[in-house]
């Protein structure tokens, strides 16, 4: 796995260019010049000195890995990750290599050449955060290993990142804490966390009085802050991108869609693109769009406004619940990959973000409601002729749809606030007979599942 | 993909060898001679023909396949698997190619040479039992391009084994049917098939009742059966076997473990290796333990008997409800299965099972009760020395811990009958003060996590 030939090399730099740079390996998280996110800035002049094609070859040849923590779709490209972690200090459960899941039935309907499904959330804590915190967990590992006193990782997340966080940390061997608003949260939003051994806090405040106390916390260095304006998980998040593309024999599809809160995620999927696009890896970029819930919208706002300066919102309960973020930590950097990729961006009412999940389901896949925002995106996209007629689509599915039960209950049974359920698939109610069993599914067959 | 060189053939077999042999595209789920459960013999001498070598390089090599249908840990073994099904009729939705999960920590503490976690639950619907439906499904749907006139495909189950089935139907656009005791099941448990859109008969019986009545449906052969007696499946199980041992070099552990219920899956796991071994792709066996919940342990009874005859009991509830089985349909199976593997069969309590579970919880994976089940056992064997200090030990973990979050929730909170949460770890609370929070911090880092 590891890097011969050239030495590869990646940094910190400002995110707004301002000029500053420093090592991967300093516990920091702003620039202290002028406060802006940092991301992480790789050597591509190093990494050109391997031909395009024989880093086609090696990312192939490392995809059929059999062990952890080799075994890992993100770990597969390291020299582009992270290329100066050491082999030894990856913290890995196997995150990607998850299928791209046609939808053939609703790109038809659609008049859609291909809609597939990356499908991040099969994984092992059942969401795209998997890809992202295997990189901030193993800097951690490396950190200590290096001497960095660092005693523990801490976010304040309700929902997937603290998932990802106590695991990938349980699996290391480090301690992991959680800052949570007390009776805000229900035990089976954290049983991930708790289960994984991470201490968990439940705080007499709101979601941003956390944020404030573990920025506070992890001020003395010894708690390192895993939320998600530490660009390292971007470099792992990208690899969603790089994997796409592999999928599709290094091609892109026409459009890239993906749900957008935080918009972490949507400048992750961009810088990937870019990397893989000026590596030569493929020749062009897709066009990205960025789906929104109608009650989070804070970035279709600006859209419409030409990319308007961002206007703070105040989020309104949704479905979902993951992008309810009206104050999104990531909106520079989103706005710059939108405008590099001839991107929009599109919203969904509660009731379309449901349906929408509801009709996808029907091929075979179990979305997320934040799927659901994506895949509603793209219904609308294509009614309006944005998306044209034939195009090819991918959609990134950001979890596993069993983290959301009571969604997916709650759609069946009609009993959703604001959602019509359109395709709602009651259970038939029969007596114990076979006469009644057979005149029920006489139909079957006649009409598709 | 394709079989290149000899023919490879398959067909099915009766497990009691009374001679019955038939294609596996006829519509037959019992040998019609003597009522036995049928299994499916492949033509081993046309298999050897291509060296033991060259099979482990083409698997590896198509392991690392990006695209579906052959991304997949199942359909990358095709030849051993079903040979004769054509490679455009595979209903794949990425199943297999899942993570051996170390758990370096309890291994140690067990005083074991490796103790790993065979992760199945990463899987599409979160069950090991995708790696068999693919198999049935595919089947089916190579059966209706022949002209067999299947409207559907229909089964009695309710849990992993309808959401497996009504997911690859849904992919397949083949219509499913899942037959179920009316008010004994909650939605919760079904929201994945009736999200995938199998027409869910609820009916006024007990799960016996559905039993009888989907045989007796079944009967009319324009609706496949694909429950467990239905051996097409076993063919898609037994790639675990395959998987683990590719996973380590060809290899495999002193021991293998496994949650038993209806006994399907350890007679699958023992075919793939013996299928494994007679092909000369890995040089001994492993042993096997099949782990039974205490509440319903069949097979515990006749395996104390000196493997006596099956004594069908009443399972009693038990946490770990998939295997709350009491009177396994694959019983003969897996007595051959366990003689052959020198085998043995150890039960767990439902503390027992809980608190095994939390505890490789801690090591970053997200257990079902099943896999507790196989856990406690390990744990049992161990201090029973039969299993030895310093052996290697696999267990095969069925499903995701996320189709469970209930038990889970339930264990941290300590509100579970008949267990002692030994490893509870309930969130603190505390006010939202920076030196409070300091406090409850001041340990971390000092014991581990």
């Not at 030894?88 to 659609?110: Q, T």
Request: glycine letters at 10%.
């Amino acid at each position: 796995m590891s890097a011969s030939g050239p030495a590869f090399r990646a940094e910190y730099a400002c995110s707004e260019a301002c000029g500053f740079r420093t090592s991967l390996w300093e516990v920091i998280y702003r620039c202290p010049r002028c406060g802006s996110l940092l991301e992480v800035a790789h050597d591509l002049e190093a990494l050109r000195a391997v031909p395009a094609a024989e880093w086609k070859r090696r990312f192939e040849a490392r995809f059929g890995q059999a062990r952890l923590p080799h075994a890992s779709g993100v770990w597969g490209k390291h020299e582009w990750v992270c290329p100066e972690l050491p082999a030894e200090d990856i913290v890995s459960l196997g995150e990607g290599r998850v299928p791209l899941k046609p939808l053939p039935r609703m790109a038809k309907a659609l008049g859609l050449g291909s809609l597939e499904l990356k499908e991040c959330g099969v994984s092992p804590t059942g969401s795209f955060k998997d890809w992202g915190m295997t990189v901030l967990v193993s800097a951690v590992k490396h950190l200590r290993a290096r001497g960095v006193p660092l005693r523990a990782v801490a976010c304040a997340s309700t929902g997937d990142t603290s998932a990802a966080l106590a695991a990938y940390c349980a699996a290391a061997g480090i301690p992991s804490v959680v800052f949570l608003p007390r009776d805000k949260v229900s035990l089976a939003q954290l049983v991930q966390p708790i289960a994984n051994g991470a201490r968990v806090l439940s705080l007499d405040t709101d979601f941003d009085g956390c944020m404030k106390l573990v920025q506070q916390v992890t001020e003395d260095r010894g708690l390192y802050l895993a939320n998600s304006m530490n660009s390292l998980r971007i470099e792992g998040q990208k690899v969603v991108a790089f994997e796409l593309a592999q999928d599709l024999g290094w091609e892109v599809p026409d459009w890239v869609v993906i749900p957008g809160g935080n918009l972490g995620n949507a400048s992750a999927l961009g810088k990937g693109f870019q990397m893989l696009h000026a590596m030569g890896l493929i020749s062009r970029l897709p066009r990205l769009a960025v789906a929104q819930a109608q009650r989070a919208n804070p970035l279709v706002r600006s859209f419409r406004g030409g990319f308007s300066e961002l206007e703070p919102m105040k989020a309104e309960r949704t479905l979902a619940s993951a992008i309810q973020i009206g104050n999104p930590v990531s909106f520079k950097r989103a706005v710059r990959m939108l405008r590099a990729f001839d991107g929009v961006v599109e919203e969904a009412t509660e009731s379309e973000l449901a349906n929408a999940a509801a009709r996808a389901d029907r091929e075979g896949t179990f979305t997320c409601p934040h799927t659901g925002v994506a895949l509603a995106a793209v219904e609308k996209l294509v009614a309006q002729k944005v998306i044209a007629p034939g195009a090819s689509v991918a959609v990134v599915a950001t979890a596993h749809g069993l983290k959301f039960a009571d969604f997916k209950v709650g759609y069946h049974r009609g009993t959703l606030a604001d959602v019509e359920s359109l395709r709602a698939n009651p259970p038939l109610e029969l007596p114990a007979e076979l006469g009644a069993v057979r005149e029920a599914l006489a139909s079957l067959g006649e009409g598709g599942p």
